[in-house]
């Protein structure tokens, strides 16, 4: 007995402890959550009172109610103890006890008439009491026998605030620590959880929002958002670099910020409003006042001088309520730099209509914007017209029906994609081929704002020399391919670029490999089983691979296979170096030979030389003797000859002066070729000498009746020169006239003298020489007749050469066959001059 009466003491103290926490944790809870924010609002503390009195009245009747649970447990214990003096009463006293048990259960159902849950924690207890609609907050797949879950917040909350209200009971239970929280469900319901320490127990009641509460939670909510909001407001007009103010309806200023205060020069934010400061000039204000009496926002850009300085600010202001507000930002670089922008679109615009480029740019209503002058007379349009700004489709009808586009058999489908160009990204580049033959390159752009720019160029001039250059390639590679010549083209990066046929055929190179452009190093390595010279290879190396100094260097190989080849390495004007190798092998062959016989008949030559001038030498003292024999017979003194003896003497005196004049001739040519004769130099008289060499030749004059005419003034005067042989040179050439010439007939000797020479001319008018006999007149032993009773030696002319070369001179031979020749000397006059000109 003693045992139920225990048990309904605790039940009766539990109950009426909940209850009682309970209507106080709500009454407290109300009023805590609705004195800050709405304490000024009358409607609704009278809602906030009558929810409180209707708790209190709860709270009364449970008073009375627990009142009464005491008095029945008393009254139950003073009738246990006179048990055995009321056994009559144990009925009632049953009964008194079911009803307790009644009014325990009401007081259980007023305490949870609304949905909620109460978690305790006893003090220094870890396992907490749950108690209450474990339902409404159970998750979906949890048991009835685990509300234990509900303290896994994470099931039933989303992350943030699972933890913030994990870390409130944590709080909570370590130091007593109230809290009061308005979270969301993780299923959208709005809950509202209370904790506190209540009895050295902490507490923990979750319930669902509804109805007054859950309007108080949310008016709560964002009250505290709207202060949050307000607040960083003011800290970011607060911080703003940007003047920021804010007046009321009679023009006071109720706000501003530090940049304001600083632009108006004042000592601080308290200062500027109590001074009432003004940003703008009066002028400015009163078009703010304006726009803004007529309910409209003003916006424009100013200059405000600020700091002494006149910078450019866009101001905006708008009306809010009874007052207005405004800002002004400070727009002074970016008005700098659209002047700076303006300035260069200017010059571009300027440079554009200087370009040789037809340029046209349409904006992004596709209306022509800018176009330079080039443009207009490519397309020959007119000024006007291109001055109003038509659109695209306009200027490309109109080249339409000029016939200056090419023509297409749909013009719409072709004009639809050109404008396709205005919703591109890259530029488009395309040929146009007009029907007046003219070839247009189009470079479509996109422009970053909107529109397109039209680059055009007349290439017809460019496609032709295009063709042109192609033609002249495809003939030079034909060229290049067809010579019996070996070419090959090195880069400046000494790399094959280019060979023809023939340079693979020669070295016995794989055309393939050559294609792959190999360098000369390899080329080498190739090349070198047929001509190894590491020598001749680093020089043409060098001629590949040099940079400066890049001159022609002429070759000559002589490979292993008997070939021999001409090589020649030359610079081309971009950096490359061009190989040519020619096979010389005939040509070596053939020169060798000739140089061998030239070599023989040089030989030969001075063989002749040699033997002409020795037997000259042999042939000389004897006869010297006889001449001097026959000088001394016809002295009288040795006695008298008869006429046959003196005849026959007068023939050897003759015959032995021609002898020794020809052998003297013979050495002096052989002397002159051997280059020992010395001129002995001195003044020459001109005429005295042309009248001795006429005086040597009178008895040959008279026996064939020839006339001898002498052209040259008395007074021609003197030259320097080797006397006896200009009077050795005319006497031959006269000697050689009167042999050719026939009997009664006329010679000429002619004389003139010019500012550096002195010309001598013999003229015969014998049968003439003819062109095949010409060339070989001045050769040694060379004798021709042409038809005349001349005999000679053939040394006259040549030794006539000879002398007048050695002067520095040249002799000039004109003759017509039936008409006669005419042989001319020219001496110079200053022979010293000659000699250090040859020098």
């Not at 400015?284 to 850009?301: H, K």
């Not at 017209?385 to 489709?393: A, C, I, K």
């Not at 001039?461 to 002249?472: I, T, Y």
């Given at each position: ?398 080249l339409r029906a000029a016939r200056k586009l090419p023509e297409q058999p749909d013009f719409r489908a072709w004009k639809a994609k050109l404008h396709e160009a205005y919703r591109a990204v890259d530029p488009e580049k395309d040929t146009w081929y007009l029907p007046d033959g003219r070839a247009v390159s189009v470079v479509t752009t996109p422009n970053p704002e909107g529109g397109v720019t039209y680059l055009f160029d007349d290439v017809t001039e460019s496609l032709q020399l295009a063709r042109r250059f192609d033609g002249l390639i495809r003939v030079q590679r034909e060229t ?360």
């Amino acid at each position: 007995m003693s045992g139920v009466i225990g048990t309904m003491r605790r039940t009766l103290l539990s109950c009426t402890s909940l209850a009682r926490n309970g209507v106080l944790a709500a009454a407290a809870t109300a009023f805590a959550s609705v004195t800050p924010a709405y304490a000024g609002d009358s409607s609704l503390l009278d809602t906030i009172a009558g929810y409180f009195g209707l708790y209190r009245q709860e709270f009364a009747v449970l008073t009375t109610a627990l009142a009464l649970v005491g008095f029945s447990v008393m009254a139950a214990i003073l009738l246990m103890r006179t048990r055995l003096r009321a056994g009559r009463s144990e009925a009632r006293l049953r009964a008194d006890i079911g009803e307790l048990q009644v009014q325990a259960d009401r007081f259980r159902a007023l305490l949870f008439a609304e949905p909620q849950i109460l978690i305790s924690w006893p003090a220094g207890g870890h396992r907490p009491e749950i108690a209450g609609d474990t339902a409404l907050l159970m998750p979906p797949d949890a048991q009835p026998h685990q509300p234990q879950r509900i303290l896994a917040f994470g099931t039933w909350l989303p992350p943030e605030p699972a933890l913030q209200i994990d870390h409130a009971v944590d709080a909570l239970r370590e130091s007593g620590e109230g809290f009061l929280l308005n979270l969301t469900t993780s299923n959208g319901r709005s809950i509202e959880a209370m904790g506190r320490a209540i009895g050295g127990q902490a507490i923990v009641r979750i319930r669902e929002l509804g109805g007054v509460r859950r309007e108080l939670a949310e008016s709560n909510l964002r009250y505290k958002t709207l202060l949050e909001e307000t607040e960083l407001l003011r800290d970011f007009a607060a911080a703003a670099p940007w003047p920021i103010w804010a007046r009321s309806a009679q023009g006071q200023l109720r706000y501003a910020n530090a940049a304001y205060a600083k632009a108006t020069e004042a000592t601080g934010v308290a200062d500027a409003i109590h001074r009432n400061l003004e940003l703008l000039e009066s002028d400015q204000r009163d078009d703010v006042a304006r726009a803004l009496n007529d309910n409209s926002a003003f916006t424009a850009r100013l200059p405000i001088v600020v700091g002494g300085e006149r910078r450019v600010y866009d101001v905006h202001a708008l009306r809010l309520g009874s007052g207005n507000a405004g800002i002004a930002i400070d727009a002074s670089e970016a008005t700098a730099l659209r002047a700076a922008v303006v300035r260069m679109a200017e010059a571009h615009r300027r440079t554009l209509d200087q370009l040789s480029s037809g340029v046209a740019v349409f904006d992004g209503q596709r209306r022509l914007a800018f176009y330079n002058d080039s443009y207009r007379r490519l397309w020959d349009l007119d000024r006007a017209f291109l001055d109003g700004n038509p659109d695209d489709s306009s200027v490309l009808d109109r080249l339409r029906a000029a016939r200056k586009l090419p023509e297409q058999p749909d013009f719409r489908a072709w004009k639809a994609k050109l404008h396709e160009a205005y919703r591109a990204v890259d530029p488009e580049k395309d040929t146009w081929y007009l029907p007046d033959g003219r070839a247009v390159s189009v470079v479509t752009t996109p422009n970053p704002e909107g529109g397109v720019t039209y680059l055009f160029d007349d290439v017809t001039e460019s496609l032709q020399l295009a063709r042109r250059f192609d033609g002249l390639i495809r003939v030079q590679r034909e060229t290049l391919d067809n010579l019996t010549e070996a070419v090959a083209v090195f880069g400046s990066n000494g790399r094959a670029q280019l060979f023809n046929p023939a340079f693979a055929k020669m070295w016995k190179l794989s055309a393939e490999a050559l294609r792959e452009q190999p360098h000369i190093e390899t080329v080498e390595g190739w090349c070198r089983p047929l001509f190894d010279d590491a020598d001749t290879w680093r020089t043409i190396r060098e001629a590949v691979t040099r940079i400066e100094n890049r001159v022609e260097v002429p070759l000559k190989l002589e490979r292993k296979d008997g070939s021999v080849l001409d090589c020649m390495t030359m610079p081309l004007p971009d950096g490359a170096t061009m190989l040519t190798f020619q096979d010389i092998t005939d040509t070596e062959n053939v020169e060798r030979a000739l140089r061998e016989r030239a070599e023989a008949l040089e030989a030969a030559g001075q063989i002749k030389i040699d033997f002409v001038h020795h037997v000259s030498y042999e042939l000389r003292s004897p006869l010297t003797t006889i001449i001097g024999f026959a000088h001394l017979l016809t002295d009288p003194a040795t006695g008298p000859l008869t006429p046959k003896q003196a005849e026959y003497l007068n023939y050897i005196t003759t015959s032995t002066n021609s002898l020794f004049a020809l052998i003297n001739n013979i050495l002096d040519l052989a002397t002159i070729d051997a280059g020992a004769m010395t001129l002995e130099l001195g003044p020459v008289d001109i005429r005295k000498t042309i009248d001795t060499a006429a005086e040597g030749i009178q008895d040959r004059l008279a026996r064939d009746r020839i006339e001898l005419k002498i052209d040259a003034d008395p007074n021609i005067g003197s030259f320097i020169a080797d006397g006896s042989r200009v009077l050795q040179v005319l006497y031959n050439l006269l000697a050689n006239a009167v042999g050719f010439s026939p009997k009664d007939s006329t010679i000429t000797l002619s004389a003139k003298r010019t500012e550096y020479n002195v010309v001598f001319a013999v003229t015969d008018s014998g049968p003439g020489i003819p062109p095949e006999v010409k060339e070989k007149v001045f050769d040694w032993f060379e004798s021709h007749s042409n038809g005349s009773q001349h005999r000679g030696a053939g040394l006259g002319l040549p030794l006539v050469k000879s002398f007048v070369e050695l002067h520095g001179g040249n002799v000039n031979l004109d003759s017509i066959v039936g008409r006669g020749t005419t042989v001319t000397c020219d001496f110079p006059i200053d022979q010293a001059a000659h000699r250090n000109a040859a020098e």
